[in-house]
């Protein structure tokens, strides 16, 4: 199909993704099991200290972990994951996550996404991915 080039299963993924598009995530690329999403950090996701509230940090680190897991196909799901935040974010900040793909074996993987503003490195993510029985939801 014309213009179909480069897409994944994870493209086809995050067009289904309603909560990472809601909060502004964008896809910026996906295939061979990595992964970069980008989203701007609004004053909507601030928390109390006028930082960045690490939920939504967390979001967007596992929505980078998803397309690069779910870069092969078929279907994989988050089993697990965990974050550490090195630097705050502001309102304003664009953060990119770049998630790469570590170890795949059998219906088990795991990935780690370093997110980023510019070059300084805000937090970093270790997602442990399972996919999921007979490639369809579950």
């Known amino acids: 199909m ?7 299963a994870a493209h086809a993924m ?3 993704d309603v909560a990472s598009k809601g909060l502004g995530i964008e896809l910026v690329s996906a295939g061979d ?8 950090v609004t004053p909507a996701m601030l928390n109390g ?6 939920g939504f940090v967390f979001l967007l680190a596992d929505t980078a972990f998803a397309l690069a897991c779910n870069s092969h196909g078929p279907a994989t799901v988050a089993a697990g994951g965990e974050i550490s935040f ?3 974010v502001r309102a304003g900040d ?3 996550a770049y998630a790469t793909e570590r170890v795949r074996q059998g219906r088990s993987g795991i990935y780690d996404v370093t997110v980023r503003r510019g070059d300084e490195v805000v937090a970093e993510f270790r997602g442990r991915s399972r996919t999921v029985q007979g490639g ?3």
Do not use: N, Q
């Open 2 to 8: 014309a213009g179909d080039e480069g897409r994944t």
């Open 14 to 16: 995050f067009d289904a």
């Open 33 to 40: 099991g990595a992964a970069v999403a980008r989203m701007r």
């Open 49 to 54: 200290h006028a930082i960045g509230h690490g």
């Open 86 to 88: 090195l630097r705050p």
């Open 94 to 96: 664009v953060l990119e």
């Open 136 to 138: 369809g939801p579950s």
